[in-house]
């Protein structure tokens, strides 16, 4: 029995040897080590053995299973470095590493952000409404009447229902009276939408960043305190601030103000950059009329707005100088702002 154990061992360890892959290895395993491998088989044997012999055999038997197992387990690896080197040649590995190319956000999403993150620190909140909108809250409750050149259908989308593409973010003061007693601080960056041909300056869609603070006291004063403020803290501090008087229906008095801003390449000169103005009484007495209360009574607050188109404060910013760069996902424009 001693000469058949001995004979298993040195056919196992030449089977494992000879083994060119995992499969056979496996194969040679099951043959010798398994349920009914040969190694098995001769233990069946035991019992006919004397006393004194079974407990060297037993040993012999262990020591066997022992050799084996070792040799498949070596063999096992020696596999896996092989296949390893295999994998790895012709590999250079000082070769540079390819280079990750992250996502930067788009330079309006930047800038409205920067312009987002100024006004919050003035106490100004995010508000927002729909895109398509209706007549009243983008012009009747606006004070702009029916025959206002904006609301023509050459200037505007309409729908077949009457709605249409809101022309600017003014709509979200009206939304926001109507739904939040005074006082209220709120901004509202979005998209509008006019009927425009296009050009380096003009796309049918663009970004708009509305402001409205409504409370029992507010003057032209603070409209003029915060307005500055934002503009020195978008494009440094010893930008120059005016403003100029204007005329929109939503507001009375009103303004355009410019900045005094150096274009790349050229000397300092103004800029017009946003209207704004005081809440027209009118404005106030149409949401008092649509809320059916009169916490807007124009006897009881006052306010100022103001509207700024966000891409071409990000054109003057970076000297952006046609607005289509800012919707053609050009990889070479944009890789700029990462
Ligand atoms: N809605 C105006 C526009 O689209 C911009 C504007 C002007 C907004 C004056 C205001 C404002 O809130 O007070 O041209």
Redo the contacts with the bound molecule.
């Keep these: 029995m001693k000469e058949e154990i001995a004979q298993i061992q040195s056919d196992a360890l030449t089977a494992i040897g000879a083994a060119s892959g995992e499969q056979e290895l496996d194969e040679a395993r099951i043959a010798f080590l398994g349920k009914k491998g040969r190694l098995t088989a001769a233990s069946s044997g035991m019992k006919d053995l004397s006393k004194e012999e079974k407990p060297v055999v037993g040993q012999l038997l262990n020591a066997t299973r022992g050799a084996i197992t070792e040799a498949l387990e070596g063999k096992r690896n020696a596999l896996q470095d092989e296949a390893d080197r295999a994998a790895l040649e012709g590999l250079d590995l000082t070769l540079p590493g390819r280079p990750l190319h992250p996502g930067s956000l788009h330079p309006l999403t930047q800038l409205g952000d920067r312009a987002i993150g100024i006004l919050r620190r003035l106490g100004f909140a995010l508000a927002e409404g729909p895109e398509i909108e209706t007549e009243f809250h983008c012009f009747d409750a606006l004070n702009t009447p029916p025959e206002h050149p904006a609301r023509n259908e050459k200037d505007t989308f309409y729908f077949d229902s009457g709605k249409l593409l809101r ?4 709509t979200v ?1 009206i939304r926001t009276m109507e739904t939040q007693p005074p006082p209220v601080r709120v901004i509202a960056p979005g998209s ?1 939408y006019r009927r425009d041909e296009v050009d380096k300056t003009h796309l049918p869609v663009f970004n ?1 960043l ?3 603070y409504v409370d029992t006291d507010v003057q032209v004063g603070d409209l003029k305190g915060a307005l500055e403020f934002f503009y020195r803290a978008m494009f440094g501090e010893e930008t120059e601030v005016r403003f100029r008087p204007h005329f ?1 229906p ?2 009375e008095p ?1 303004f355009e103000i410019d900045a005094r801003l150096r274009l790349e390449g050229h000397d300092p000169e103004w800029i017009e950059v ?4 005081m809440v027209d009484p009118a404005v106030f007495e149409e949401i008092c009329k649509s809320r059916g209360d009169e916490l807007y009574h124009p006897d009881k607050v006052t306010g100022y ?3 700024m188109g966000l891409d071409r404060l990000a054109m003057i910013k970076w000297g952006i100088k046609d607005i289509r760069l800012l919707i053609e996902n050009d990889a070479r424009f944009l890789t700029q702002f990462a």
């Design positions: 022309t600017h973010t003014s003061q509008c708009q509305e402001g409205l929109f939503f507001t009103s946003a209207g704004c103005g707005a103001f509207g």
